[in-house]
């Protein structure tokens, strides 16, 4: 960080721990100077950032709505006394939400304290494969319904058809703006925009096929209060901060290295984390698996893990990543919420163990996951370096002990992620 504080431009309010590190890590690669703070800055902390953009993790997914709502609004009250001039809510690329909400909800809260009557609701990535035509989420080549997404433990998604889901988490009129008229360019955009407006829309959910869609969108959109979607709707967004005169060019991406042991910790069961575990057991790597019915029953867990660490002369992986078949028959014994918290509660510990006994770097994949990890090892702030993955950028936390962490959304990452997110947190910037 520099001297010469600048007023932040873009204030981001993220509903997850690892969806606020993919929308810093786009806000990186489109030259805007990024920092994420886990949770809502306090004073101290506000008065020395210096930064393009600021990025508010919360953890207000798969909170209940009105909970969700409250922690929104006040990380919205604290954007703006920075002097933020737009607002972004991000939320996952599979629009993931539970049955109360909350993404409808937030938007509409959100709309009405910044005094607007219109935002897009995009949650598109088509560089991981997420693409949204006539309002239809797919991932990949399959509809969101059929993706895997439909046995996600927490957040299940079984409907593709975003218009219908999002209507269902709000009073206000939700519509399309489709690809068709993307297409077209941004004046045919800003004109549907007005048509859409004047039809009483307040939300309208985004078509994007590509990048360049993107690209219209974020151009298009240059003067909404509030824009609402994936990571991928920001890709557009530095470009008119930079046309605006605002933003001047620094090399984002570069971190320092950070010396110490490391670990990989995973606790999310999407198809991406699991071959991501298969191919470190495949490659004969030592790994350990967390058993949340031996969590519940009471056994040290978490003191077997840190000794199977502690003995280990290789890198470990600590997981407690299961097919969606074993997380059901889990949660049946435990129920959805305990299973979840007691697995997070413990790989927390686990981490808060691992970093008094000399580790300093983190990989840590999934959501949850990724809020209980650094939480747990007291990090507040993080810088924001270059990509490892898409939508996952290697970071390091700002404060009196020097972290290195990668924390990745449970769906996103090539299968080697693991050993090339350790190389590059190893080895500084790339």
């Not at 949204?132 to 990949?140: A, E, Y």
């Not at 019915?293 to 003191?303: I, R």
Request: aromatic residues 6%.
């Amino acid at each position: 960080m520099t001297n010469a504080i600048a007023r932040p431009l873009l204030g981001c309010i993220a509903d997850d721990f690892t969806g606020a590190t993919d929308l810093a890590n786009m806000l990186v690669r489109g030259g805007m100077r990024t920092v994420q703070s886990i949770g809502i800055p306090s004073r101290e902390v506000a008065t020395g950032l210096d930064a393009d953009a600021i990025v508010i993790a919360l953890k207000s997914r798969t909170l209940p709505a009105a909970e969700a709502v409250e922690q929104s609004l006040a990380a919205l009250a604290w954007l703006r006394e920075q002097g933020c001039e737009q607002i972004f809510f991000k939320y996952c690329s599979t629009f993931d939400s539970t049955a109360g909400g909350n993404i409808g909800q937030v938007t509409e809260t959100l709309l009405t304290v910044l005094d607007s009557d219109f935002t897009l609701a995009c949650p598109a990535f088509p560089e991981n494969g997420r693409t949204i035509f006539r309002g239809h989420l797919f991932v990949q080549d399959q509809l969101l319904n059929e993706s895997g997404m439909q046995h996600h433990p927490l957040t299940p998604m079984t409907d593709a058809n975003l218009v219908r889901v999002l209507q269902s988490q709000t009073a206000l009129n939700v519509g399309l703006l489709r690809y068709d008229t993307i297409a077209q360019g941004v004046e045919p955009v800003r004109a549907k925009i007005a048509e859409l407006r004047a039809q009483g829309i307040s939300m309208a959910i985004a078509d994007a096929l590509s990048d360049r869609d993107l690209y219209v969108l974020g151009e298009a959109c240059a003067d909404l209060p509030l824009l609402t979607g994936g990571s991928g709707l920001a890709l557009g967004l530095p470009e008119n901060f930079r046309r605006a005169g605002k933003l001047r060019d620094f090399d984002v991406s570069s971190l320092p290295q950070v010396a110490g042991d490391e670990v990989v910790l995973a606790g999310s069961a999407s198809v991406a984390t699991n071959g991501q575990v298969a191919a470190w057991l495949e490659a004969g790597r030592p790994a350990l698996r967390i058993d949340p019915l031996k969590l519940a029953a009471g056994e040290p867990v978490v003191a077997q893990a840190l000794a199977f660490a502690r003995d280990s002369n290789q890198t470990v992986l600590i997981y407690a990543t299961s097919s969606p078949e074993e997380v059901k028959a889990v949660q049946r014994q435990l129920g959805v919420e305990q299973a979840g918290s007691l697995v997070e509660n413990a790989l927390g510990e686990i981490a808060f163990g691992l970093l008094e006994g000399g580790v300093r770097r983190f990989v840590v994949a999934g959501g949850e996951t990724s809020g209980a990890v650094v939480q747990a090892l007291g990090v507040t702030l993080l810088q924001i370096g270059a990509q490892i993955d898409p939508g996952v950028p290697a970071t390091i936390s700002h404060g009196e002990q020097t972290l290195a962490l990668a924390l990745k959304s449970g769906n996103f990452g090539g299968r080697d992620f693991f050993s090339k997110a350790l190389k590059q947190l190893a080895g500084g910037a790339q």
